[in-house]
């Protein structure tokens, strides 16, 4: 219990000169506490790890960047000089939204999400990879299967390519939580892999990277989550499923 006793002044105060006193102290902590607010929105970081709750995958949430245009912008890099700027991480995918890993859940937030890609008059080339986590109740199938129906309902001219698509939907399952993102150059830029995009590669079957330019990127809207409301970087280990012929490390991926 806190007491307070009030001067012989105070006690004096008629009762309009009390409320003109309250509202000044009133006043005076809206103004400190939005001081502190204004003080901790500026020492957050550009970039900062967050548990991921999976062994080998680490996200890395962003403050004030598109994690897609970042990606893209160290692998169309990293093509074109094919210097190698790292040595553990093996991976890196921008992650651009999440839900709850459910059929039904899925469904209906991707019916939303993938429509700045893919809904008319929008169109494109797309393939879809997945890949799970710490999760036994999705089936691969099933989520392939209903995605690429949500994707050509949007627009029959959407159409699957899995040589050299326009558009690679990433589906990245860790425990309940459903990572989602769409990328571009992923058969030219290895898989998004930072060892393997290094290498020289006659066999690529696209010559430049992707034309969008960075303003036509910044145009696409990306629709808030329910379960993050900022964006996020993961990284991650090579799985023996993978591509055997790609050496062992650590894979990093965007959110």
Same mark, same amino acid.
């Given at each position: 219990?806190?007491?307070?006793?009030?001067?012989?002044?105070?006690?004096?105060?008629?009762?309009?000169?009390?409320?003109?006193?309250?509202?000044?102290?009133?006043?005076?902590?809206?103004?400190?506490?939005?001081?502190? !607010?204004?003080?901790?929105?500026?020492? *957050?970081?550009?970039?900062?790890?967050?548990?991921?709750?999976? +062994?080998? /995958?680490?996200?890395?949430?962003?403050?004030?960047?598109?994690?897609e245009n970042l990606v893209h912008h160290i692998l169309k890099d990293m093509h074109a000089t094919k210097k190698k700027k790292t040595r553990v991480i093996l991976r890196m995918l921008p992650i651009s939204g999440t839900c709850k890993a459910f059929m039904e859940d899925m469904k209906k937030y991707t019916e939303t999400f993938f429509e700045p890609w893919f809904k008319a008059p929008n169109k494109g080339t797309f393939q879809i990879v997945y890949k799970a986590r710490n999760?036994?109740?999705?089936? !691969?199938?099933?989520?392939?299967?209903? *995605?690429?129906?949500?994707?050509?309902?949007?627009?029959?001219? +959407?159409? /699957?390519?899995?040589?050299?698509?326009?558009?690679?939907?990433?589906?990245?399952?860790?425990?309940?939580?459903?990572?989602?993102?769409?990328?571009?150059?992923?058969?030219?830029?290895?898989?998004?892999?930072?060892?393997?995009?290094?290498?020289?590669?006659?066999d690529d079957?696209?010559?430049?990277?992707s034309s969008l330019t960075e303003e036509q990127n910044s145009k696409v809207v990306k629709p808030e989550t329910e379960e993050k409301s900022s964006k996020e970087v993961k990284q991650e280990n090579k799985n023996q499923d993978e591509i055997e012929t790609e050496p062992k490390g650590n894979d990093a991926l965007t959110v």
């Amino acid at each position: 219990m806190l007491c307070v006793k009030f001067s012989d002044h105070e006690e004096r105060l008629s009762g309009s000169e009390r409320e003109e006193d309250e509202d000044d102290v009133e006043a005076a902590l809206k103004k400190e506490v939005g001081q502190i !607010r204004a003080s901790t929105e500026q020492k *957050l970081r550009r970039f900062q790890s967050v548990e991921s709750g999976a +062994n080998n /995958v680490v996200f890395i949430r962003t403050q004030g960047i598109e994690p897609e245009n970042l990606v893209h912008h160290i692998l169309k890099d990293m093509h074109a000089t094919k210097k190698k700027k790292t040595r553990v991480i093996l991976r890196m995918l921008p992650i651009s939204g999440t839900c709850k890993a459910f059929m039904e859940d899925m469904k209906k937030y991707t019916e939303t999400f993938f429509e700045p890609w893919f809904k008319a008059p929008n169109k494109g080339t797309f393939q879809i990879v997945y890949k799970a986590r710490n999760n036994s109740h999705m089936s !691969r199938e099933e989520v392939i299967k209903e *995605l690429a129906g949500i994707v050509g309902g949007l627009n029959p001219e +959407n159409k /699957v390519d899995l040589n050299n698509p326009q558009y690679t939907i990433v589906v990245e399952i860790i425990k309940n939580v459903c990572c989602l993102s769409v990328v571009r150059d992923y058969v030219l830029f290895r898989k998004y892999n930072l060892q393997e995009v290094v290498k020289s590669n006659k066999d690529d079957t696209q010559p430049t990277p992707s034309s969008l330019t960075e303003e036509q990127n910044s145009k696409v809207v990306k629709p808030e989550t329910e379960e993050k409301s900022s964006k996020e970087v993961k990284q991650e280990n090579k799985n023996q499923d993978e591509i055997e012929t790609e050496p062992k490390g650590n894979d990093a991926l965007t959110v």
